[in-house]
């Protein structure tokens, strides 16, 4: 009997082990194949959501990127394009000469004859056959002699220009009178040897019939010099007292240094095209791109990409793009050249600029590739090794089932109630399983999976500490500028009031006021390139060096009448040094005479204010421009003057209220802030500037603020108070 039961005990142990270790292998096998497909699954999705992620994101930075690049290149460009004024400005000055001759005495200039000449001098050249008639023709050596009082006109622009420019004078009579531009340093030029030995008939020369066929101001075709150069001319007629044709006024620039005007970074291109669609200013020397392109109109390009981004650009749009070029795909940005007829687009390989992006899309992809090749070597581990316990465990189990059920169950507890730790937000648990098989290699993974998913929480709360301190700077910006009003509440002669309403991240507006003297209030308002941590810092710097300017010429001119231009030249000079990041800062820059009401201002590139002046807002705009701070060098800036009567209002901003944009896309503009204002009758500075500020909100309703809103306003009330 005890044999019997022995035998069914036996046979019940070892049948229900085995069905039992059975159904867990079927049941291991089946999860641990939904754990494969899941793991292959979430690897796929979780590549897509990247590459949908990384891609809008990066490209959105590369637009941003390449906007700046295209306004700063507009910027340059429309100040260098000048040279249409010269060219005219030289034909306006020989149409005054032949008007009145009576009023110049006749000149006489050099005839060179030896190939090295003086630079920034004009010489005077004789197309074959004039020279010989000058002894037996009086009008035409009059002629020569009152036309040669260019010089002095010719020789002061030349001095604006580099090596291979020149400012010249040719006429329908033969001759030809030109001063030659130099680089920093040199005095000389090349006279070509053509002209030496007078072997060019001036009014042959392309840009000479150019112009005279279109008997206006322009710009030529590209042409190639006489000393092999390829240029390109500004040129302008001039006529008679009987508005006869006379000849042609030009500056002539080589296409090498124009491209210099737009130098391209690697794996860029940028161009400048003109309204008819003619490429004239372009960083490549070669290809569809290039000023020497075999389409004279861009428009008319076989390529319909390029062909419809030309007419966009022709009709002054401003946008961006995807074009080919030469079998390259690059991104675009393309925008007007201010006051010109022109615009400026800048291309960046669009291969190149995602490079980062498809790195680390490799890398997701390396990762998730190896995640889901460990998972699968796990599943083939575990299969061998439970078909290998199956039958030790079904021999032994008579002798040592109850030591192995609980060697089994004991780890796979421990598994478990880890597992329910973890499940609970405890990622410090850690498994100590060590039984030498697939269970052990599975609390390895659960462990390591531990260790990444505390990671990257870590890296989740570092982004929103990011955010923390990107707050953090704002507010410290913030505290910079002068919050307490009413700002000087002992002077009665003015009403006061600023404010600034910031974007989400961190801007580079601010204003700024103080008192110089007892007598005298500088008001400032002044908005920085780029945006967040760098353009907040240029902001400090750019503020305080404005304001030490200020208080230092104040102490040196000891009582003294002061040219407060000098202030934004000083300020100008001290930025430009080390700024390898070309950042710059738009200032308008005033100081009002509470006794008198004289205000004197400069304005450094800002948007002009507006002046009440008896209950009506114009906007007060200078004659003659000045740029930003802090990118050339060389800039001029001018100090104008005007006097407030008791009650005038002065109103300062920056472009964030002009350029506040509704749901549509559409513009505050400066027509209906003008229009604003003045529906407001008398009230206080901070109620005219919350009336704006309301309005603003307004029109923009739900479209998100896109740049910083900045106000400032001075109400002069005059001695009386």
């Known amino acids: 009997m005890g044999t019997g039961i022995q035998r069914k005990i036996l046979v019940l142990v070892l049948g229900t082990g085995a069905l039992l270790l059975l159904l867990v292998s079927i049941l291991s096998f089946s999860g641990m194949i939904r754990a494969e497909q899941a793991t292959e699954g979430k690897g796929e999705e979780m590549l897509g959501a990247f590459d949908a992620f990384a891609v809008n994101y990066a490209e959105t930075l590369i637009h941003e990127r390449l906007n700046e690049r295209a306004q700063l290149i507009a910027i340059k460009v ?20 032949l008007a009145s001759p009576w009023d110049y005495p006749p000149q006489h200039l050099t005839e060179p004859h030896e190939q090295t000449i003086a630079a920034n001098k004009a010489y005077i050249y004789y197309s074959p056959g004039v020279r010989e008639r000058l002894a037996t023709d009086p009008r035409l050596s009059q002629r020569v002699a009152l036309l040669s009082n260019i010089r002095d006109t010719l020789e002061y622009l030349s001095y604006f220009y580099t090596n291979g420019a020149s400012c010249c004078l040719a006429t329908e009579d033969g001759f030809f009178i030109r001063a030659d531009g130099a680089d920093k340093g040199q005095t000389t030029s090349v006279y070509e040897e053509v002209f030496l030995h007078r072997k060019i008939d001036i009014r042959e020369r392309p840009w000479y019939v150019s112009a005279k066929q279109k008997q206006k101001s322009a710009f030529t075709d590209v042409y190639k010099s006489t000393n092999g150069n390829m240029e390109v001319s500004s040129v302008m007629p001039f006529f008679d007292n009987d508005g006869k044709f006379a000849g042609i006024a030009g500056v002539a620039m080589t296409l090498d240094s124009m491209r210099g005007w737009i130098k391209a970074k690697e794996n860029d291109i940028n161009f400048v095209m003109d309204h008819d669609g003619q490429i004239t200013i372009s960083s490549q020397e070669s290809g569809i791109l290039s000023v020497k392109n075999s389409f004279s109109d861009l428009r008319e390009s076989p390529q319909e990409d390029i062909a419809e981004i030309a007419r ?4 002054g749009e401003s946008g961006h793009g995807v074009v080919t070029v030469d079998g390259t795909e690059y991104y675009l940005v393309f925008l007007p050249v201010p006051n010109m007829e022109y615009s400026c687009a800048v291309l960046t390989n669009k291969e190149a600029a995602l490079s980062p992006t498809t790195a680390a899309r490799e890398t997701v992809k390396r990762i998730s590739e190896s995640f889901s090749a460990s998972v699968a070597g796990i599943f083939k581990e575990t299969l061998f090794g439970m078909g290998a316990l199956f039958f030790l465990v079904f021999a032994a ?14 780890p796979v507890l421990e598994l478990t109630e880890g597992m329910k730790k973890i499940a609970t937000g405890d990622l410090d648990t850690r498994l100590s399983v060590k039984t030498g098989d697939e269970i052990e290699a599975l609390a390895d993974s659960v462990n390591a999976m531990t260790v990444d998913l505390k990671s990257y929480i870590g890296q989740a709360k570092k982004s929103e500490r990011i955010e923390g301190e990107l707050d953090g700077a704002r507010k410290i910006q913030e505290g910079m500028l002068p919050r307490i009003f009413p700002a000087f509440p002992d002077r009665k002669e003015i009403d006061l009031y600023a404010s600034m309403h910031p974007a989400k991240e961190v801007g580079g507006d601010f204003y700024d006021f103080y008192m110089l003297d007892n007598q005298k209030l500088v008001v400032t308002i002044a908005d920085v390139s780029g945006k967040g941590i760098p353009a907040s810092l240029f902001m400090v710097i750019s503020k305080t060096i404005l304001k030490n300017c200020a208080i230092t010429m104040t102490h040196e001119a000891d009582g003294n009448p002061i040219d407060w231009s000098r202030v934004l030249g000083q300020a100008n000079a001290e930025l430009c040094e080390n700024n390898e990041e070309d950042m710059f800062v738009t200032v308008f820059f005033g100081v009002l005479d509470l006794k008198s009401g004289e205000f004197a201002y400069v304005n450094g590139g800002h948007n002009p204010p507006l002046i009440c002046h008896d209950g009506k807002f114009e906007y007060l705009r200078t004659e003659k421009k000045s740029t930003m701070l802090g990118f050339f060098e060389s800039t001029t800036y001018y100090e104008y003057h005007l006097t407030l009567a008791p009650g005038d209002v002065l109103f300062l901003y920056t472009d964030g209220v002009t350029e506040a944009m509704n749901e549509d896309g559409a513009m505050y503009s400066e027509e209906r802030l003008r229009e604003t204002l003045n529906a407001q009758g008398e009230k206080t500075a901070k109620e005219l500037l919350a009336a704006v500020q309301k309005d603003v909100s307004e029109y923009a309703g739900k479209a998100e603020q896109s740049d910083d809103i900045t106000m400032l306003g001075v109400i002069f009330r005059g001695e009386a108070g």
């Open 312 to 315: 966009k650009m022709a009709e």
């Open 78 to 97: 429309s100040q260098q394009l000048e040279i249409l004024d010269d060219a005219e400005n030289i034909a306006k000055m020989a149409e005054k000469m």
């Open 397 to 410: 189990l008579f002798l040592i089932s109850r030591k192995v059920a609980r060697k089994f169950v004991n």
